[in-house]
């Protein structure tokens, strides 16, 4: 059986823009979770996620949603009222399901919106547990298992495990590996609807990347992932990784970013960064063309995603502009979830 991959992407426009361009071959095999991202210069964020979820999010595909780094804050009026409630309204009204996140130590208000959103949608939830290292949460044990299962109301067949790794390094994976193991073993053995593992290696921003040249950098989650996969001998993992941003929020970036492009290849990214000197981001298309005709591009060409199009498009000029960094995250994203999903198909490998 095909391992489920897992993104979890922000919920920004760049990641609704590669989800709704992507192929039946990767929806079939996808269960995306969308984070809601703090954003002080969006009016109303969670209409603006809910708007995007409904113009972008194909048809039928499930999005499970992360209202985790909003304030808990009070946003409707009556019994609940915070940003599970509102968002799980405002989805409902576009007609788009969602499965709701929660964590172990989520305070009442939270699971009880929990369990209203999850009997609306009728998608089950996601419990999202820290298993980051130094970051992470205790595992919660049998008491605490049974207690959020009951305030949920939910079975344990209804939720999808998430065990969040976060950052991980070459020289922190080994360690990683030892102690998620030693947590999967210490969860309560229950018959999940699914149990992912997810963890993210991208760099937390493109500062000291070298300009107009292609930097390697490890895909570090993805054999995080194999490492455990091939000692874990309990519930089939699936595969979850951040896309192509690191797996914790980052503060707002200030100024324009240079053109860049985080290409996904196999294993790696290959990181393209160029200086932004020519009007209108036109370095793009100097970037673009660079890209297609480097050993970076893979033998599908353009028919690999609907980024890899735009990417063409750029490289021969045919489009009038050559986008920005919304566009750029888009194309780059749509390329990496089709990578991961051909690799997973092809040889059983993120």
């Known amino acids: 059986m095909l391992v489920v991959y897992v993104p979890v992407l922000k919920g920004k426009a760049g990641e609704f823009y590669a989800l709704s361009h992507t192929t039946p071959a990767v929806r079939q095999h996808i269960r995306p979770v969308m984070e809601l991202v703090p954003d002080d210069q969006v009016r109303d964020l969670m209409e603006t996620f809910c708007d ?3 113009n972008y999010v194909p048809n039928h595909m499930v999005l499970t949603v992360d209202c985790g780094a909003l304030p808990r804050g009070r946003v409707l009026d009556g019994d609940v009222g915070g940003p599970v409630a509102r968002v799980s309204e405002s989805l409902g009204f576009r007609d788009r399901p969602m499965c709701p996140v929660f964590r172990p130590y989520d305070g ?5 919106e929990v ?19 130094n970051a992470a949460e205790a595992v919660p044990d049998e008491r605490q298992v049974r207690a959020l299962l009951t305030s949920v109301r939910l079975e344990p067949e209804e939720i999808a495990l998430l065990l969040d790794a976060g950052p991980v390094t070459g020289s922190s994976r080994n360690a990683l590996t030892a102690h998620v193991l030693e947590a999967l073993k210490a969860l309560p053995g229950r018959p999940w609807r699914s149990v992912c593992l997810a963890s993210g290696a991208f760099p937390v921003n493109l500062t000291g990347f070298p300009r107009s040249t292609a930097t390697r950098v490890v895909r570090e989650d993805a054999r995080l992932w194999l490492d455990i996969a091939e000692r874990w001998s309990g519930t089939p993992l699936d595969y979850g990784d951040f896309g192509v941003t690191h797996p914790r929020i980052p503060p707002r970036s200030r100024g324009t970013p240079h053109p860049n492009m985080r290409y996904t290849t196999g294993s790696d990214w290959q990181v393209f960064v160029y200086p932004k000197v020519k009007a209108g981001n036109d370095d793009f298309f100097d970037l673009s063309a660079d890209l ?50 051909s690799r997973l198909a092809g040889d059983g490998v993120p």
Request: glycine share 10%.
């Open 292 to 341: 297609v005709s480097s050993p970076y591009w893979p033998a599908t060409g353009a028919a690999t995603s609907w980024g890899d199009e735009r990417i063409e498009e750029c490289a021969v000029r045919r489009r009038d502009k050559a986008g920005g960094a919304t566009q750029w995250r888009a194309w780059a994203t749509s390329h990496h979830l089709a990578v991961v999903i």
């Open 115 to 133: 369990a209203h959103a999850a009997a609306d949608h009728g998608q089950g939830a996601c419990l999202r547990v820290s298993v980051a290292g």
């Open 108 to 112: 009442p208000d939270v699971l009880s």
């Open 52 to 54: 995007r979820a409904m």
